[in-house]
């Protein structure tokens, strides 16, 4: 396969890390190997940034940033513990 | 930033939900495990949200600029990268961009502004972050700031703490003690909690990243997770026992921040319900009555640990301490009882629980 540079190829590769566990998988123990397998070559630091990458984490962001953030979701401007004693 | 919603992590999470871990009693290096879990789901929030954000903005001028920039963080070696990922104002910003950005993947607007607006922000940020990065990696003590606070963070506190507009400084700068003095009194309560409980403060810097001295605030101290990583703490204390408390006391706040962001330990399914706090009469969610539950046990911790101290300070140690067990033991049950916990809210509340069974044991053997 041929490899593109490309500027935003390390998001293109994330992209397909969050919804396929297998390949962020394969992406976390060789990240150059994987990259080039979708035809993306990674720069030595977008390598280093997804190098040992926790896949559970990669996971479960990615279904949270498309999912209901619920009733005490980020940035709750009403929750805090304000101590009056 | 806490409370993303996501998935609990499982089953690495149960390895430091025990009440050793939490109070210090030795497996330290499962204390820095969970602190380590903490920074490897923010540093892969941060990573899903460059990767939704360049995906979803490729007509935007403003996308290069941003990726740029990202991959300036993630080129970072990771501890440095976890340093600046985890800076209050850099999680606040995460905070908000996941929200605009969630809202704009799940069609509930289609205007990019707000998260335009805060591609746009980022390199000043960065720039923010960079000029405050400390010396050393064995910062003990926080900054303690007064105006001169991050934007992100001022617009992250209302309604707890609504920071001064420039006009109002001046008049303000007159109330309560000098920031210069009270930073004298807060490192010397610092040095008593080092003497105090060693193992706490080792931690303390690791959690508390910004104390903000804010002596017009109307609480005695304050924080969210919304802006973790950063404690109010207003002039109401009377002593400098008192300032103890009050800072273990938001660094228990942060320590359970912390576990909340990649351990949910209430169900949002649950049943509604409204407490009383035993200490104070306010009225709280189960999530803030387990807050209060938590921070209080901890202090008890602490103030036992109140040794050779002046007699009268000794006495007040005691009596607080007395007070706050006494609500602690009027909690338990209403928290025992409620149905709203998560499986790893429950095994956090039988950790507490331990904890307090054992200091009842000795508080019974040794009464204040």
Known sequence: MTKVVNKHGLATVLGRAMMDPNFADALSQDPAAAASGMGVALSPDEVAAVKNLNTATLTSAAAAIRGNLGVHAIFDQQQQQARMD | ?368
């Open chain 2, 1 to 368: 930033m806490g409370e993303m919603s996501q998935e609990p992590l499982e089953p690495q999470t149960e390895t430091w939900l025990q009440r050793d871990v939490l109070f210090f009693a030795g497996h330290g290096h499962l204390f820095d495990q969970l602190l380590e879990a903490v920074s490897q789901q923010r540093y892969a929030t941060f990573l899903v949200l460059y990767a939704e954000i360049v995906q979803m903005l490729a007509e935007s001028p403003d996308r290069d600029g941003f990726s740029r920039d990202a991959l300036r963080i993630m080129a970072l070696s990771a501890h440095k990268r976890h340093a600046w990922v985890g800076d209050p104002a850099f999680q606040i910003w995460i905070g908000l961009a996941f929200k605009a950005t969630n809202a704009l993947l799940r069609n509930l607007t289609q205007d990019q502004s707000v998260l335009i607006q805060l591609l746009q922000g980022f390199p000043a940020l960065l720039q923010r972050i960079e000029a405050r990065q400390p010396d050393s990696d064995t910062q003990s003590q926080p900054p303690i700031q007064r105006f001169e606070i991050d934007p992100l963070i001022t617009l992250a506190t209302p309604p707890s703490y609504e920071f001064p507009i420039e006009a109002s400084k001046t008049q303000l700068e007159r109330t309560g003690y000098s920031l210069a003095f009270f930073t004298d009194v807060a490192t010397l309560a610092l040095e008593r909690i080092a003497q105090t409980w060693p193992a706490c403060h080792a931690r303390f810097g690791q959690l508390v990243k910004l104390i903000c001295y804010l002596p017009d605030g109307g609480f005695r101290s304050c924080s969210a997770s919304r802006y973790t990583g950063v404690i109010l703490i207003a002039a109401k204390d009377q002593s400098i026992l008192d300032l103890e408390e009050s800072l273990v006391h938001e660094w228990a706040h942060q320590l359970l921040y912390n576990i909340v962001e990649i351990c949910p330990i209430i169900d949002e399914e649950g049943p509604e319900a409204s407490f009383k706090l035993p200490w104070s009469s306010q009225q709280r969610d189960l999530y803030g009555y387990f807050h209060a539950f938590f921070v209080y046990v901890f202090l008890v911790k602490y103030l036992e640990r109140v040794q050779q101290r002046a007699h009268n300070e000794q006495q007040r140690a005691q009596r607080r301490r007395a007070f706050i067990l006494d609500g602690l033991k009027k909690a338990l049950p209403d928290l025992l009882a409620s149905q709203g916990f998560t499986p790893m809210g429950k095994t956090l509340l039988a950790c507490l629980e331990q904890e307090l069974r054992a200091l009842g044991i000795n508080h019974a053997a040794h009464p204040g």
